[in-house]
């Protein structure tokens, strides 16, 4: 019998699980379900659990329902998961939910940072949550400067999933499984296919001989600036843009030569990115900007990462080229996955 009762409040933990945030919280969960006793709320969640309730509430989760919910589950500790990171509603979403049960441990989990009034940090500093776990060392500066106490997080990936393929005629059967020549030095990249993302940095890729793969997520037209004229100027170059939801995802990785990361803005993306964790898990080197905590996990990852400014990236995918591919499957990424399991046991059994 599990002694530990963990609430997991979040907006979406429902399929498809294409992007960053939806996979990690749904990664957070699958732990969470195997050591302890969890309950899920939720505004939209799997019909697959029967520990997942869904509830149509107020913006803040202002809710009898929730407050119901909550006293009769007996939380000993409450880890709210925003999909819309750490905004200031957020912070009043936890506080709210933290008001239910008082004496349960709370647990904030942002991925990114963002902009907060200075009004608004006074606020913060008066209901903070006895912890924020983040994977962003920008959003830690600002916590740490809140005097919110925090942690900085890797995240976890999937390894029965993620693995490297060294057959090589499994890869040129998944090539021509998504209408890839065989003879291309493919280049791939995953994500919200938007302005903040970069991507016109791709096109100097494309115009030298490689060829550029994007994989966008479901939620992309949602979130996105302008995917319509993005999408077009991309495809205009010759890069090739999959805007489908694509289960095994892990199959674009590993009929990949090379993973790029051309983002630079610090919200584009979650603070460690895990496109790059699931392409090292697939044994395919990384180019990547010197984005967020990447570095600070990885380093390059047994010679695996190489970063590089964009203007500098045809320069980089040369020196890609020149090295021995199957020297790129050793990685650093399995003792991510255990960074993270031993820190939410830590905080939920401390």
């Known amino acids: 019998m599990f002694k530990n009762r963990v609430l997991l409040v979040t907006e979406f933990i429902n399929p498809p699980y294409d992007e960053g945030i939806k996979k990690t919280v749904f990664q957070l969960f699958d732990i969470l379900n195997n050591h302890y006793q969890v309950k899920v709320i939720c505004r939209y969640g799997s019909d697959n659990y029967t520990n997942i309730v869904q509830v149509k509430t107020n913006k803040i989760f202002l809710s009898l329902r929730v407050n119901k919910e909550i006293k009769s589950f007996n939380p000993d500790v409450i880890i709210y998961f925003p999909f819309a990171s750490s ?5 009043i979403r936890h506080s709210v939910l933290s008001s239910y049960k008082r004496s349960a ?5 942002a991925m990114q940072p963002k902009p907060l009034k200075w009004w608004q940090k006074l606020i913060i500093q008066l209901i903070k949550p006895s912890i924020v776990l983040t994977s962003s060392p920008l959003l830690q500066s600002m916590l740490d400067n809140m005097k919110v106490k925090n942690r900085l997080l890797p995240l976890f990936t999937d390894l029965s999933k993620f693995y490297p393929i060294a057959d090589k005629a499994v890869k040129r059967k998944l090539r021509i499984k998504y209408g ?3 003879e291309a030095f493919v280049v791939s990249h995953m994500g919200h296919l938007n302005e903040g993302r970069n991507l016109r940095s791709l096109t100097k890729l494309q115009n030298e001989g490689c060829q550029i793969v994007v994989v966008a997520s479901s939620s992309t037209p ?7 004229s993005i999408k077009q100027e991309l495809e205009e170059s010759g890069i090739i843009i999959i805007d489908r939801y ?3 995802i ?4 590993q009929l990949s030569d090379c993973y790029i990361f051309p983002v630079i803005e610090p919200n584009s993306s979650i603070g460690l990115p895990l496109s790059i964790l699931e392409a090292r898990a697939c044994g395919i080197p990384v180019i990547t900007t010197d984005y967020g905590s990447v570095k600070q996990y990885l380093d390059n990852d047994f010679g695996s990462i190489f970063y590089s400014t964009p203007e500098a990236f045809v320069d980089t995918i040369c020196l890609v080229k020149k090295s021995d591919l199957q020297s790129f499957q050793q990685t650093k990424v399995n003792g991510l996955n255990e960074i993270f399991i031993k820190s939410i046991n830590n905080i939920i059994e401390s």
């Open 222 to 228: 949602i979130d996105s600036k302008g995917p319509n």
């Open 246 to 248: 694509i289960e095994n």
């Open 250 to 253: 892990q199959e674009i990785y």
């Open 87 to 91: 905004t200031f509603a957020g912070f």
């Open 180 to 182: 890839i020549k065989n």
């Open 105 to 109: 441990r709370s647990v904030l989990l």
